[in-house]
């Protein structure tokens, strides 16, 4: 078994283990509390500032947060008071100790570590913004920094359980870039100071991820290749677009050889689950999305190849009049990035935005499938492409 898994990745894991255990990790990343003069992190833009309609099922969400209850993994509502426990798991109903480095920190032995991690993805964030911008309701707006302002005073830097996982730092990441596009790319301000937390956070254990051959590697080089990119576009200062720059190399390097590893020939993916296929999918429709945004150059014709070999694989397992695919290995309810209110079992909109940001073209012609591409607006009059099983 341990043969199967390589030398270097087992001598990768080896030395994570190692900067675990001799305090490495607790030095280079020490705790950081945040400043409550952080004060506003998202604030409203005129830039990319789309006229959609109100979605019944958007505002149908934003509102039950407004009343304490956000939507886990797709399916599990989680009432709260006042704010979420950060550190709770409402699923098996077990909380965590939040007072410590992450390096020190575990979750209980009867607790899914994923549900602790859920409600620190932001995936909330992306659902306020919008339902803010089809409606003006301040209430969202102060809804979405409270939220963040309770977030960060109750996971300073490098502390607890949802600094522990660089995936989960690339995703929140990820989420909290979007948020600030959706809104309109508003004054930075504090914004740029999280970022530079995040991107080092995820590149001081970067080698571990990559040891993994899943999508780790691929959320982690596509957070730093993000926010990297952001950082030297809006940096405040030139310490912080150096890093940007940094970030950029690492993260590209990383994309294209996870994508040449990872992603098959036929388009299947080293981990033999549907949904996360779509996890990789929508890491990639995020990764070139930003690309576009942050004005970086393409990526190797070897990358573009690989990405619309994994858009085939799927197609070939799904119903295209419904979007529903067999149910093939681990399912945990992940949909991340997700700009659409269709079912969760409609895969159809993670199909169309890649497709349209890697070809120019839509695979489907049914609305339902449109509406990442309204909120990131790229629909713009564009064919639909003819694709044979």
Not at 57 to 77: N, P, Q, R, T
Request: net charge negative.
């Amino acid at each position: 078994m341990l043969p199967e898994l390589g030398l270097i990745s087992l001598c990768r894991v080896a030395l994570y283990r190692l900067g675990l255990k001799s305090g490495h990790y607790r030095r280079a990343l020490p705790i950081k509390e945040y400043d409550a003069g952080l004060g506003l992190i998202f604030y409203p833009g005129s830039a990319n500032r789309q006229k959609l309609e109100a979605s019944e099922i958007l505002l149908k969400e934003a509102e039950a947060m407004v009343s304490g209850e956000l939507l886990l993994f797709s399916h599990f509502s989680y009432h709260f008071k006042g704010y979420p426990d950060w550190h709770f798991d409402p699923i098996n109903q077990m909380s965590c100790r939040k007072d410590l480095h992450w390096t020190q920190t575990e979750a209980p032995d009867t607790s899914d570590i994923k549900c602790l991690w859920e409600m620190s993805r932001y995936e909330w964030a992306p659902t306020l913004a919008r339902a803010w911008s089809v409606t003006g309701n301040q209430g969202y707006l102060d809804l979405l920094n409270n939220f963040t302002n309770n977030w960060l005073e109750h996971n300073p830097l490098n502390q607890g359980l949802n600094w522990k996982c660089g995936q989960e730092t690339s995703i929140r990441l990820i989420n909290i870039l979007l948020t600030w596009w959706l809104l309109g790319k508003g004054p930075k301000k504090s914004l740029a100071s999280i970022v530079v937390d995040h991107v080092t956070r995820i590149r001081k254990t970067l080698s571990y991820a990559i040891s993994q051959n899943n999508n780790h590697g691929i959320s982690e080089a596509a957070g730093l290749f993000i926010g990297g990119g952001w950082l030297l576009k809006h940096g405040e200062s030139e310490k912080q677009r150096k890093l940007g720059i940094h970030c950029i190399q690492i993260g590209s390097y990383w994309l294209e050889n996870r994508a040449a590893t990872l992603i098959f020939d036929d388009g299947g993916f080293s981990q033999y689950s549907a949904n996360y296929h779509r996890v990789l999918l929508d890491s990639l429709s995020q990764v070139e999305f930003w690309r576009l945004e942050l004005n970086q150059p393409v990526f190797s014709d070897s990358f573009y190849i690989k990405a619309r070999a994994a858009i085939t694989w799927l197609l070939s397992i799904m119903v295209v009049d419904t979007g529903h695919v067999a149910n093939l290995g681990a399912n945990d309810g992940a949909r991340l990035y997700s700009l659409t209110e269709s079912d969760y079992d409609d895969f159809r909109p993670s199909l169309q935005l890649l497709s349209v940001l890697v070809d120019g073209a839509k695979l489907f012609a049914d609305p339902v499938c449109d509406t990442p591409l309204d909120w990131l607006g790229l629909n713009d009059k564009l064919p639909i492409s003819e694709f044979k099983l």
